[in-house]
């Protein structure tokens, strides 16, 4: 069972980036898959969360990505993305998919996830 995170890189404040997560040996849409990510020096923050697909795929997220971060998930592909648009400096993160079965109380807990990728570093910077 493994999730590979990419996408990431350098962009300028204001850009766009598209990071992709990818699934093997386990069914996405079978799982609720979270975004987390941590900035050097401060604490790991869940930002985006895309419920099963059998369970309506809701999708929500932190107040700090809303209205510029989209998830989506792709069940043909096993793959989960996160379009991040109207990026700042304060984006910059290593950025990781998780995924699991959290019940709705707990999905920000980062506990509650049995599987994660490895990161993918987002730098925004001029």
């Known amino acids: 069972v493994q999730l590979q995170a990419s996408g990431g890189g350098l962009v300028q404040p204001g850009g766009s980036l598209r990071l992709s997560c990818a699934a093997s040996?386990?069914?996405?849409?079978?799982?609720?898959v979270a975004w987390f990510r941590q900035a050097p020096g401060k604490e790991r923050e869940a930002i985006s969360i895309?419920?099963?697909?059998?369970?309506?795929?809701?999708?929500y997220y932190s107040d700090s990505v809303k209205g510029r971060f989209t998830v989506s998930r792709d069940n043909a592909q096993n793959t989960v993305y996160l379009q991040m648009d109207s990026l700042k400096v304060d984006d910059t993160a290593v950025y990781y998919c998780?995924?699991?079965?959290?019940?709705?109380?707990?999905?920000?807990?980062?506990?509650?996830?049995?599987?994660w990728g490895q990161g993918t570093l987002v730098t925004v910077s001029s």
């Open positions: 895309i419920r099963t697909s059998g369970s309506g795929g809701r999708k």
């Open positions: 040996g386990l069914t996405l849409r079978e799982n609720t």
């Open positions: 998780v995924a699991g079965v959290p019940i709705l109380s707990a999905q920000w807990d980062s506990g509650m996830y049995r599987v």
